[in-house]
């Protein structure tokens, strides 16, 4: 079992910055792949960036140099870095964690944190 705890969101204008936070209950060197997502009402919930253990990171094209994942293994932390934000940024954000084993893969979710971007 993986907890997950997001935090960092807020109101911010146009333009500015926020850090969000996923914090593990676990080494984060056990798992494979941490993800953030994003949702607003009425639609699926999307990727927003991928940092696995091995490899490279990936982003959605819609974020792509404003926003950097990044994992923090002293802290067992994954972080989100938001640069640049848009009004079409605003949404409940959600970090995931990916566990492969064998033929399998265990998901975990963290509980969302609201960004809104809005002058």
């Known amino acids: 079992q993986v907890q997950l705890v997001a935090s960092g969101g807020g109101l911010v204008q146009p333009g500015g910055s926020l850090r969000l936070s996923c914090a593990a209950s676990i080494n984060i060197f056990l798992i494979d792949v941490m993800a953030w997502y994003r949702q607003t009402p009425g639609k699926q919930r999307e990727m927003v960036a991928a940092?696995?253990?091995?490899?490279?990171?990936i982003y959605a094209e819609s974020v792509k140099g404003r926003f950097t994942a990044f994992r923090d293994a002293a802290k067992n932390t994954m972080y989100l870095q938001m640069n640049s934000l848009k009004p079409e940024d605003t949404a409940v954000y959600y970090c995931k964690a990916e566990k492969v084993g064998g033929t399998t893969t265990d998901d975990y979710w963290g509980q969302g944190t609201q960004v809104t971007v809005s002058s």
């Open positions: 940092a696995p253990r091995v490899g490279s990171r």
